[in-house]
């Protein structure tokens, strides 16, 4: 977990929902390189050594028949492949509220792969509860341990 996740994780949820909408106050570039420096960091930790697929970016060849699409992301959302698996580890809908994250989950679960989600934001833990996920707390290395997000 890089250090930010780790301080971020310390936070109370109240307290994680405040520094969530001063991190919406940014601009969009400028959270995209911060989102996705720390979510690079994850990955390599959760691979542990195994090849991975990823940054994928909202359009990209390979997201786009999930509906992981630049109409429906925004530019600071991300995804990466490690297995049979899909690390949905940034996104953010254009639109919220209009079904984009359930219709990527079931594009992602059509290709028969499976849905993870490591150390979700506060607001994005009331949307994993919605869909069925649990999170379990796995050890990455020697950075410690991160919740990770999947459905039983």
Do not use: C, N
């Amino acid at each position: 977990m890089s250090d930010v996740s780790r301080d971020f994780a310390a936070l109370s949820v109240a307290d994680q929902r405040v520094a969530e909408q001063l991190i919406g106050r940014l601009p969009i570039e400028v959270r995209s390189a911060l989102f996705l420096e720390s979510q690079r960091r994850l990955m390599v930790t959760l691979a542990a050594g195994e090849p991975y697929i990823g940054p994928l970016a909202p359009g990209h060849r390979m997201a786009r028949k999930w509906t992981f699409t630049a109409k429906r992301w925004e530019p600071i959302s991300f995804l990466f492949r490690l297995g049979d698996e899909v690390v949905v580890s940034s996104v953010h809908a254009t639109r919220e509220g209009r079904g984009y994250f359930r219709e990527l989950l079931a594009g992602i679960e059509r290709a028969s792969l499976r849905v993870v989600v490591p150390s979700p934001l506060a607001h994005m833990t009331d949307i994993l509860v919605h869909y069925g996920f649990v999170p379990r707390d796995e050890r990455v290395g020697e950075q410690g341990s991160v919740d990770v997000w999947r459905r039983p």
